[in-house]
């Protein structure tokens, strides 16, 4: 089954802690090494973190659930497993993977690779979504098989 990287609002105008944007930073690198599909969701066209390499999807959202109003559900295979990372964990990161959940994809949240508002939003997060069916994975973990 292969995975498809979505990055979640990774924007320049976004200020990440370090540690953050690092693991982000691995987490792309490793996914275009190893050939796996990215897609990038951002909000209000703004300028991606990263760049984006001409085989990767750019998608604008507008909704926290990025599958709503936007072409997200057309830029994933039928049966792909979806990792999420980016920002912001108790918004766009909490309501893609609920989404995601219920369109019946398998979702793999990448530890370390997101964060909220508050300081612990990101392990809350995790908690709330693992109790929905969410596999939670380190980012240097993550399956991209």
């Known amino acids: 089954m292969p995975t498809v990287l979505v990055l979640i609002d990774a924007q320049r105008d976004m200020l990440l802690t370090p540690s953050v944007h690092t693991a982000l930073r691995a987490l792309l690198n490793r996914a275009r090494n190893e ?3 990215v897609v990038h969701l951002r909000t209000g066209g703004q300028e991606l973190l ?7 999807q750019v998608i604008d959202h507008g ?10 559900t057309d830029a994933l295979p039928a049966g792909c ?11 766009a990161v909490r309501a893609t993977a609920l989404g ?6 398998r979702v793999v949240l990448a530890s370390g690779a997101h964060e909220g508002y508050a300081p612990d939003a990101a392990i ?6 693992a109790t929905a069916g969410t596999v939670i994975a380190g980012a240097d973990a993550l399956p991209f098989d």
């Open 63 to 72: 909704a926290d659930d990025a599958f709503l109003g936007s072409a997200l």
């Open 35 to 37: 050939g796996a599909a």
């Open 100 to 105: 995601a959940l219920k369109r019946g994809y």
């Open 50 to 56: 990263f760049g984006s390499w001409p085989q990767e």
């Open 124 to 129: 809350r997060v995790e908690h709330e979504l």
């Open 81 to 91: 497993r979806v990792a999420l990372a980016g920002v912001w964990s108790e918004e």
